[in-house]
């Protein structure tokens, strides 16, 4: 399958920091999806963005596609304990139609105190 | 409560040995997937199957093995051939639409251990 690129591999913030992960395609993605793995857990949906430009807020949280359906970012503001985690991207599989994903490698985030 | 179950939540292998991974879900979910996690790796798909007596291989099949008799119930086998086992595997489940990919759901997965 195509293979969707995550940086920073790892992170680690001042509580109260703000973090920022990145994701790339060497193809166009017809969507992307975000996830959170808690430190002992599974993954856990967050958000799926579609459109060209397109930005999502969770409270905190801000999600960004961009223009030209290749690269997404997650940028958390004020990072808090509770954001401890890997936090994944996931793109098509393989082609139009796929309905599996890929998987990128993530980004741990450790957040001090 | 609706969800997915992976069982047992610990495993361990002795070599030589082939092991099974349940994973049930009552989501009502067509689509079912196996990942296997390793430290760094991210998700790598070993086996998928969108429907009912049917599954196709991921990107790291080999020493793996699955089966699709029930929408509930996308068990995986680790056979003795899968030289390199020890890993965190999850199952999950997804309605399986057309157009764009649906959210995954995941189960508590199973860490899985050489002896």
């Known amino acids: 399958g195509q293979q969707v690129m995550q940086i920073p591999q790892y992170q680690h913030v001042q509580e109260g920091e703000d973090f920022t992960t990145y994701c790339n395609s060497s193809?166009?993605?017809?969507?992307i999806q975000w996830y959170k793995q808690r430190p002992g857990g599974h993954p856990v949906f967050l958000i799926q963005?579609?459109?060209?430009?397109e930005v999502k807020k969770q409270k905190r949280l801000t999600f960004q596609f961009g223009e030209a359906k290749k690269n997404s970012s997650l940028h958390i503001t004020a990072t808090q304990t509770t954001d401890v985690g890997t936090y994944f991207c996931?793109?098509?599989?393989?082609?139009?139609?796929?309905?599996?994903?890929?998987f990128g490698k993530g980004t741990k985030l450790s957040v001090i105190p | 409560d609706g969800g997915i179950t992976q069982s047992p939540k610990y495993l361990f292998r002795k070599e030589g040995q082939n092991v099974t991974l349940s994973c049930e879900q009552n989501?009502?979910?067509?689509?079912m997937y196996w990942y296997r996690q390793d430290p760094g790796q991210g998700l790598r798909l070993i086996y998928y199957?969108?429907?009912?007596?049917?599954?196709q291989k991921g990107d790291i099949a080999e020493g793996y093995s699955v089966s699709r008799e029930k929408k509930e119930s996308f068990p995986l086998t680790v056979t003795s051939a899968q030289k390199n086992p020890t890993a965190f595997y999850l199952c999950?489940?997804?309605?399986?639409?057309?157009?764009?990919?649906?959210?995954?759901?995941f189960g508590d997965g199973t860490r899985l251990s050489i002896l």
């Open positions: 999950a489940s997804s309605i399986a639409g057309t157009g764009h990919n649906q959210p995954q759901h």
């Open positions: 193809t166009t993605l017809s969507n």
């Open positions: 963005l579609v459109k060209s430009g």
């Open positions: 996931a793109g098509p599989y393989s082609g139009a139609g796929s309905y599996q994903l890929t």
């Open positions: 989501l009502n979910h067509d689509a």
């Open positions: 199957s969108q429907i009912v007596n049917d599954f």
